[in-house]
């Protein structure tokens, strides 16, 4: 079943993951696709809306990981099974009504069924505001006169993932799929062919938003354990954020930084730019040689 309107295919160098999400890199996915070095098996232990993913060519083994259990749902049931979420999202309109049952579902502690928690993730995340979890957000709406395919711009936005549920299947169709703790995950894959992208939750002192965007936050030493353990691996190893000291020590060990000025998103942002930060390990940046990425 295809979507009720026709809407533009996002470029792929640009591509989104199937929901919105705080902090995800769908806006800067290209270039950071541009800076991961070749790999037989590639590894996200932060997945999130898994925009790198979608946009980097496939490898031979590919693992997303997630602690979100609706997340990891979500990708499973898309990956397995979609069909009936494709069907059950074209019967779904931008709603208020549907947004506030989707949250109703996600709350309910006796919702089990994969495709209805599928389902209900799907529409909470993209029709809420910020791409934070739908219990923590409102309904996105839209007034005067921003307009996209001659409707409002999130209606809009709403129709284009739908759209898109086809091009994730068949894209996780290769991908392994995990829900554990990412260190765990970041320790059964570590290989010298291995590349792992590290986009975990930004350390709350560099947001200028709530410092509950995540259902898992991340704490101060959880991010000091992924650095010590990052500065381990055999791995080639590229990790986003922005500045912050805990990220300090890969300096001393000779990573290298690059920088992408962004406008940051969400109410507070007020329209400013911020620097998105790539740090590379030296067996990654060794691994272009003189073919090196523009920055």
């Known amino acids: ?27 800067i996915s290209g270039w950071v696709a541009a800076h ?24 031979p083994i590919e693992v997303y990981n997630d602690l979100h259990g ?15 979420l494709n069907r059950r999202a074209t019967l779904t309109l931008h709603s ?34 910020g791409g934070t979890y739908p219990t923590l957000g409102r309904w996105a709406k839209s007034k005067g006169q921003r307009l996209s395919g001659g409707m409002g711009n999130n209606t809009a936005q709403w129709w284009r993932k739908v759209a898109f549920i086809d091009t994730w299947h068949e894209r996780l169709a290769r991908v392994q799929i995990e829900n554990r ?6 320790r059964e894959y570590d290989s010298p062919e291995t590349t792992f992208y590290l986009d975990p ?13 995540y259902k898992h936050e991340m704490s101060n030493d959880h991010h000091e354990q992924m650095v010590g ?3 381990t691996l055999q791995g080639r190893v590229v990790l986003s954020g922005y500045e912050t000291p805990l990220y300090d020590v890969l300096d001393e060990a000779g990573w290298t930084r690059i920088y992408r000025n ?3 998103r969400g109410a507070s942002a007020g329209g400013k730019t911020r620097s998105e930060v790539l740090w590379i390990n030296p067996s990654a940046d060794e691994s272009f040689g003189p073919e090196r990425p523009v920055q």
């Open 1 to 27: 079943m295809t979507a009720l309107f026709e809407v533009e295919p996002t470029p792929p160098r640009s591509q989104s993951g199937p929901v919105a999400w705080f902090g995800g890199k769908g806006h």
């Open 36 to 59: 991961l070095p070749e790999h037989q098996t590639y590894v996200e232990p932060y997945g999130g809306a898994g925009s790198v993913l979608f946009t980097k060519p496939a490898a």
């Open 70 to 84: 609706d997340l990891t749902n979500l990708f499973r049931v898309l990956r397995d099974d979609p069909d009936e």
């Open 96 to 129: 208020r009504a549907e947004y506030e049952h989707a949250v109703d579902v996600l709350n309910d502690p006796t919702s089990t069924d994969p495709h209805d928690r599928a389902l209900a993730f799907f529409v909470g995340m993209n029709q809420g505001f």
């Open 181 to 186: 703790d990412a260190l765990a995950v970041m």
């Open 201 to 213: 939750p930004y350390p709350g002192e560099t947001r200028r938003m709530s410092l509950n965007a």
């Open 229 to 231: 353990l990052a500065l």
């Open 262 to 264: 962004v406008h940051a």
